[in-house]
T-cell receptor, first 120, second 111 residues
Framework: GAGVSQSPSNKVTEKGKDVELRCDPI?????LYWYRQSLGQGLEFLIY????????KSGLPSDRFSAERTGGSVSTLTIQRTQQEDSAVYLC??????????????????FGPGTRLTVT | LAKTTQPISMDSYEGQEVNITCSHN???????ITWYQQFPSQGPRFIIQ???TKVTNEVASLFIPADRKSSTLSLPRVSLSDTAVYYC????????????FGAGTRLFVKA
């Protein structure tokens, strides 16, 4: 089936504008994750959803960042009043709840291609 | 969440076996060890996961000693296309948890 998709693939915005990034997870995956990756750096965890609920929002960098997930599927990450330091690739991933499948536990996260955000 | 420590970078040549070791001294009883691979301009891709002893799949092997305070990802006979960043993660096996990737190990495979 289809993998994780993200849109847009690239976004250039002016400082101070709001942006919305979208993630379509793999159908049936109950867990969804957002990460941020600056050039040449590792992944920075932002938030995860279990169903429509986000139990831990501590990874969001500031109150300008928010995320929601509806219907246990699509998620949007919104950045208000963008700043230049928000420029990065935003990655979304999804996974099964992780119960034993085929005799072995799996915690595999499937990643989308990312959205490259540039704030000018 | 258990913190992980990996070498920042490693060099190798085509055809060699590469072993990347990850330290996770504070691993919890329920934690699994998972490795991901990331190529430039792509999201990470799952390589292998294990709990103890040895796990092998078509891509790699994962060696975990009895105390589980470290693990070693072994890539047999690497090729140029194995040049990537490799991340070691430690956490619960069930999905839907905060996950910390760390800086990873940049592997350079030379001809």
């Amino acid at each position: 089936g289809a993998g994780v998709s993200q849109s847009p693939s690239n976004k250039v915005t002016e400082k101070g504008k709001d942006v919305e990034l979208r993630c379509d997870p793999i159908s049936g995956h109950t867990a969804l994750y957002w990460y941020r990756q600056s050039l040449g750096q590792g992944l920075e965890f932002l938030i995860y959803f279990q169903g429509n609920s986000a139990p831990d929002k501590s990874g969001l960098p500031s109150d300008r960042f928010s995320a929601e997930r509806t219907g246990g599927s699509v998620s949007t990450l919104t950045i208000q009043r963008t700043q230049q330091e928000d420029s990065a690739v935003y990655l979304c991933a999804s996974s099964w709840r992780g119960w034993r499948v085929g005799g072995s536990d799996t915690y595999e996260q499937y990643f989308g291609p990312g959205t490259r955000l540039t704030v000018t | 969440l258990a913190k992980t420590t990996q070498p920042i970078s490693m060099d190798s040549y085509e055809g060699q076996e590469v072993n990347i070791t990850c330290s996770h001294n504070n691993i919890a009883t329920n934690d699994y060890i998972t490795w991901y691979q990331q190529f430039p301009s792509q999201g990470p891709r799952f390589i292998i996961q294990g709990y103890k002893t040895k796990v092998t799949n078509e891509v790699a092997s994962l060696f975990i000693p009895a105390d589980r305070k470290s693990s070693t990802l072994s890539l047999p006979r690497v090729s140029l296309s194995d040049t990537a960043v490799y991340y070691c993660l430690v956490g619960a096996a069930t999905g839907g948890f905060k996950t910390i990737f760390g800086a990873g190990t940049r592997l350079f495979v030379k001809a």
